[in-house]
Each structure stands twice: as structure tokens, then as C-alpha cells.
């Protein structure tokens, strides 16, 4: 068959043109073609070495002189490049992002073959200008990162401690002496054991621990281990392999523990841990290395330990419901909260504290209290502590209208104890002209005298019921001018 001259163009193809002769003419023209609609050209050797840079690329890089990058290494140039694992592969990436600063470039990536076939390096191209139908695309990915970074902020704004060992209002000796060694525990790296009723502020001052310490800037992790189900704790703080049992996900978790990692983990009611897991909570202490449920990986860690209970933990150990061993390890650094009945003088700036708090969490103006209200309140035995307390207070700004007083207290709370044997007590919000120091003076005079008067002077009774040393209620009687007379 004959072939006409409507069947050349003028690269001399012809219909039926032989493979070798269509790829000797056409790859020229592609290269040419891509490396004028691209925004960038760019070629390596085997070694990754730059060979050749194309003017647009390198003015988008910010190098003057395009020969200046001959001869580095793609990385140098290009942080973010691939092409040395084209060339160590011999594979393409056809369509990829590369980072580049605050820009993200559409690129693709071939490898270059001699006419044997052997590999000598690889071509890569940037798209992005010329790719307008990737900037849905472009703008959906720039979302996402966005999306992300706030998620991740937030994430960690989460997992960072709020409180401050400050925070832990108080200043009678039995509310110093516990803040003192927190701080004190802040600056030893070892496992502190925090013991104290339900509701005195063990959490509080786990998270100020933890805030005081070298480990402030990593994540603060709390666990209530008796709010957890026996069957999911060791998957919660351990963690599991994909599919580690029936019904697990099919991706793997990450426990608790890793989720602290360079940080605190603070296990409230360690007491009520299963135990079967009292070994491997004993082994991640000393080993600092946790293995996932299901799985055989060890995974190494950087985490401290709080732990906190309510419970007799001795009494647990004699009873072989803990281990001892765990005991030990967990008790380096131990810590008891006193009840808030050890501290009624504190109780004038509780209140005042968590009368502020609510308002500013309600929007609503600071409730006041009246002198017999308040003196009520200071002679409450508060099973529940602080927690019990600030209940109570949200509970009558909610009865009341800005004000409460003595009547409308009675009604609030269940068997009042009535504050017979104290002494009148320094108002709180009333509008006095008081500073908080002089307030807090006054009312620790007032349950000095108060404890004397309840125990007809006698002064070993008076101390015990105050819940301080003898030595510390000379001191307080001394500095009050309470003492006997010459």
C-alpha cells in the first residue's frame, strides 16, 4: 500500500513508523513539551546528585545562579525531594505533593534509563501552576492541614495539667505542710503515692506536681481506674494489638501509657486495680517499657507516676488483695491530703474561692453569705471535703438570690451540725474591709479558741481535734497571743 505525503508530518512519523523510530523522535518532544508547561524541571544521577536545573525551578527556589546547585545532593536543594528513592528504585511517582516552605508542590518523578535499560537517574517535574484541576483538590488538602494543626492544638491544650500546686487554698499548717512537699516531690522524678479522702484535691495537686516539674511541657494523663470495667483496663492503660480479642478493633490502640509518654500519668484509685494487672503496672514502673495487649512488641516509655487512693492501702497488702512489691514501688514518695475538717481555718478562703469560681462559670454576681451561714458552714464535718463543699455552695446559688443566710442553709444541708461551740466566725463577700490575711488570722483564732473551749482547755485534746502536732498549737497560740500568762 502506498503511502501518501498527508501521512508525514514534519518530524518525518509515519503511520506504521517502527517503535524505535516513534520513541527516537517522540521523548524529545515530551520532554520538551513538559519542560515548557511545567513550573519547574529538575534531573539527578544514580547518586541523587543534581545534573541539571532548569531556570524556572530554580528562580522558584530562590537560587540566582541555576549552576550553583549542579553536583549537590537533591536534599540540599530540595529538603522535601523523593527522587532518591526513584532512583534507588527505579519505580515513578507519578503524582505527588512535595512541601517547599509555606508552598506545596504538585510534582512527578520518573526514572531515566540508558538504551540498555540500565538506570542512570531520574527526571522530576513541578505541576502545580499548569495542573489547574488539582486546586480543588489543593484547597481540600490545605483544609485538612489546617483542620489538623487545630485538632492536634487542641488535643494537647487538652492533655495539659490546669492547676498549680497554688491552687491548693489554704493556709493553715496543715495545708503548708502538704504544698510543701509538692513542690518538694515536684523536683524528684520519682512515683508519688498522693493518699486522702475522696474529694480533698489529690488531682489538684498531681496536675501542680506535675506542672512544677521538668515534665510541665509534656502531656498530663489522668485515669480513674475504678471507673473503668475489669475487662477494659488493661487494654486502657496498656493498650492492644489489632485484633488483640473479640470484638477489638481491627487497628491497633494506644493505652494510656503511651498516650503520658514524656509526661505524668496520674492513676486515681490505684487501690481498685484487678489483681492480675498489678504485675504488669509493676513491670512498666521498673522497666519503663509497656507491651500491648495481643501483642509480642515492647514499646519503650518516659513516664511518671502519680497514683492516688482513699482506701487503706496496708490494709489491702495484709488482706492479699495488693501486692506488696507494687506497694513499695508506688510508695516512694508519699503524700496525705487532710481532710477538710483537719482545716477548718481554711475553710473562710475556700469559700470565697469557690464563690468566685462559680459566679464566673455562671455569669452570675458572687453569692454572699452571712456571718451565721458562714458559721455554719465552718462547723460541717464534710465527709465529702472540697468537692462535698463546692456542691453544697452551687446548690444554694442556685436556692437563693445572691444572698444566703443561716435559715436557708439549714434547708440545704442533711443533719447540720450546728456551730455551737465555735465562736462567731469573719464573714465572707460581706463587704468588709478586711484583707483576706486578716480574715484568715481571725477565723484560726477563732478555731484555736473554739477547740479550747470544746475541750475545756485542755490544750493535747484541743491540738488532736484540729488535727495539727502539740508543738504546732503552741506555736499557733503563741502567735496569736493565746498563751498563758506570765
Known sequence: MAISRDDLDQHGLIIGVSPERFRAVAMPLLFDHLDAQCEGTIAVNRQARIVWINDKYAQKVGITDPRSALGKEVEE???ASRLREVVESGQPSMLDLMAFGD???VVTRIPLRDEDGTLVGALGFVLFDRARHLKPLMAKYANLQTQLLATQHELAKARRARYTIAGFIGASAAASEVKR???RAAQLDATVLIRGETGTGKELLAQGIHNLSPRANGPFVAVNVAAIPETLVEAELFGTAPGAFTGAERKARIGKFEVANGGTLFLDEI???????QAKLLRVLQEQEVEPLGS???KPLNVRVIAATHIDLEAKVAAGQFRDDLYYRLNVLALRVPPLRERASDIPALIEHLLDDLANRSGLAPM???D???ALLCAQPWKGNVRELRNLLERAQLAVDGRLDGEALRALLIDPVAPSALA??????????QTLAEQLAQAERQALQAALAATDGNRQLAAERLGISRAGFYAKLAQHGLGRKG
Not at 462567731?424 to 474591709?433: N, Y
Open 424 to 433: 462567731p466566725v469573719a464573714p465572707v463577700l460581706t463587704g468588709t474591709a
Open 181 to 183: 512537699q509538692a513542690r
Open 368 to 370: 454572699e453569705l452571712t
Open 372 to 374: 451565721d451561714a458562714l
Open 271 to 277: 487501690g481498685d486495680l484487678p489483681l492480675p494487672l
Open 296 to 298: 509480642n512488641q515492647v
Open 77 to 79: 536543594v530540595l529538603p
Open 103 to 105: 508552598e506545596h508542590f
